[in-house]
């Protein structure tokens, strides 16, 4: 009887193989425990079993003698709302590990109304992009029809609906205002938002008060949700800032993650073991808060969040009027200038000009200066560096970016270190290729998380591989809430990345930012490969995850 249920059962296998089996591999699951020896097979996009298979029957073997296994890494905080739709098979994430990025930094993609369409169309036009959606339900059904490389789910943005109800204006909200808020942030929730989010340095944002942030928060709270939130600080008042999310998280009672964690300003360097210490503290009295972290020194933003958010007030239109004339521009300067604990003022933060390197521009007269640091432009135009900035963005219609050097490498690591900290891309999929590749972004937008693995495991060694996977899957999928994946375990989407520890690294710099990390053996988005051999396939297999 042994013998012949022995035959079955090899009769079974054979007449149903798994899809793939990654042999001889380095299995690191993601949990942080210590790698062991094994095999990984999968069938119908989910991981079926691991262990020793050498006996099990496969339609393909992938041999990965001598390399990791792991879990796809997840990114706390991408940008690619827009660029998927430009290119979704997103090269610069993949070729990193990253299948899953959560994105929504406080303006997100959805809700949207004619009004704000209008205001931003600038972006729109500059990515080729119309936004034929209204609502998350629309905007996740344009991924669906289109297909994309990997799998993406969003926060709804305090900034969004704040925008669609109130426009650009520096106000508060009337109580029925107010309530029509908090029907968007359920509508989102309900068609699948993953939390509420916030971006607390760019206007409109500065404009809400604690309370009205708590209100929408306490929405996103009812269908089980996060807030996430680029604080309102992260300079000299970054421990008020903290505070603020503590507080959010308290009262709304939800979990509070502190998006890209940073000492940000050359005043602020030194203060990291402070900062770690009160998050400590708030965790320790009960506020469920964790953070995440590129690991970069240099941040990259939108090149008018450098302007006082006063000036903001309505819009993009009314800065670029308030720097064309003559008084306000000078008031503009004076605050700049002058060293404030009131607004979060990044011109004070860094060490000149210099530190200043211009991203993406939109007007064509201004891409030859994409690359350049203020400080070359300004010798360039022959004028002052403020007045060299006022007159990009009004050139460029406030749409420039840049990368600015902020943050001390103690700092960084130390931020790194830290058991509650996972990581972030904080940018939007990119390509070398084709319009994405005209721009010149943070080198992160390539970078992270092989920059990770080079830097600070093998080279630092800062972290162990067993504790930089576990920040990049299960610590992440933890946080976020998506129980079947970021670990390797039978029933667990297959996710997995296959790469060579020894030889994985970033090749992406601040002078020549748009090219691909390597060391990416096989990356699998829902069992299916979209590097395989170390090439990018032509597979589209990504999911929507939906809250």
């Excluded at 042999?23 to 996009?45: E, K, L």
């Excluded at 003559?326 to 011109?347: C, F, H, Q, V, Y």
């Excluded at 972004?441 to 092989?450: C, M, N, S």
């Amino acid at each position: 009887m042994p013998f012949l249920l022995s035959l079955l059962l090899f009769a079974a296998a054979a007449t149903n193989p798994y899809d793939i089996v990654i042999r001889n591999g380095r299995i690191v699951d993601g949990t942080g425990s210590p790698w062991y020896a094994g095999d990984v097979a999968i069938r119908g996009g989910r991981i079926a079993a691991l262990g020793r298979l050498a006996d099990a029957p496969a339609r393909r073997t992938i041999d990965a003698r001598g390399m990791v296994v792991a879990p796809g890494f997840i990114d706390m905080l991408g940008q690619s709302e827009l660029t998927i739709l430009v290119d979704p098979h997103l090269p610069s994430k993949i070729y990193q590990g990253i299948t899953t990025e959560i994105t929504g930094e406080g303006a997100s993609i959805a809700p949207l109304n004619d009004a704000v369409v209008k205001a931003d169309h600038v972006t729109y036009e500059h990515y080729g992009i119309q936004p034929s959606w209204r609502t998350f339900a629309e905007y996740f059904a344009r991924l669906r029809k289109q297909g994309m490389g990997i799998n993406l789910a969003s926060y709804v943005g305090a900034t969004q609906v704040r925008r669609v109800v109130l426009g650009d204006d520096n106000r508060a909200p009337t109580p029925a205002e107010l309530e029509r808020m908090k029907a968007l942030v359920r509508e989102a929730m309900r068609e699948g938002a993953v939390g509420l989010s916030t971006s607390l340095q760019y206007a409109p944002a500065p404009y809400a008060t604690t309370e009205e942030l708590i209100a929408l928060a306490r929405e996103a709270a009812k269908y089980g949700g996060t807030y996430a939130s680029h604080i309102r600080d992260e300079g000299n008042g970054i421990l008020k800032a903290l505070d603020e999310a503590f507080r959010i998280g308290r009262e709304a009672g939800i979990p509070v993650e502190i998006w890209h964690l940073k000492a940000a300003g050359k005043t602020n360097w030194g203060r990291m073991p402070e900062i770690v210490a009160h998050i400590e503290a708030a965790r320790k009295s009960g506020v469920d808060v964790a953070a995440d972290t590129y690991a970069y020194p240099a941040a990259f933003n939108s090149f008018s969040a450098i302007i006082p958010p006063w000036a903001h007030d309505g819009g993009d239109r009314k800065l670029i009027e308030r720097l064309k004339d003559p008084a306000l521009r000078a008031r503009i300067r004076k605050e700049m200038e002058t060293p404030s604990g009131d607004w979060n003022n990044e011109w004070q933060q860094v060490t000149g000009p210099e530190a200043f390197i211009v991203g993406a521009v939109q007007n064509p007269k201004l891409v030859p200066l994409q690359g350049k640091t203020i400080a070359q432009i300004a010798a360039l135009w022959n004028k002052d560096p403020i007045d060299t900035v006022f007159d990009l963005l009004i050139e460029d219609e406030a749409f420039t970016s840049v990368a600015f050097f902020l943050m001390s490498e103690p700092d960084v690591a130390l931020a790194l270190r830290q058991p509650w900290v996972s990581v972030c891309n904080d940018s939007q999929g990119a390509s070398p290729e084709g319009l994405l590749g005209k721009e010149h972004p943070h080198p992160r937008a390539y970078g992270t998380f092989p920059r990770i693995l080079r830097k600070y495991v093998r080279e630092d060694k800062t972290l162990t591989i067993e504790e930089a996977i576990r920040k990049f899957t299960a610590l992440a999928a933890g946080r976020m809430r998506l129980g079947d994946r970021g670990v390797l375990k039978a029933g667990m989407w297959a996710d997995v990345v296959v790469f060579d520890p020894e030889t994985i690294h970033d090749r992406a710099t601040f002078d020549s930012p748009n090219q691909l990390s390597e060391g990416m053996r096989f990356v699998l988005v829902n069992g299916v490969p979209v590097i395989d051999e170390g090439r990018m396939t032509s597979a589209l297999p990504g999911r929507v995850l939906s809250h």
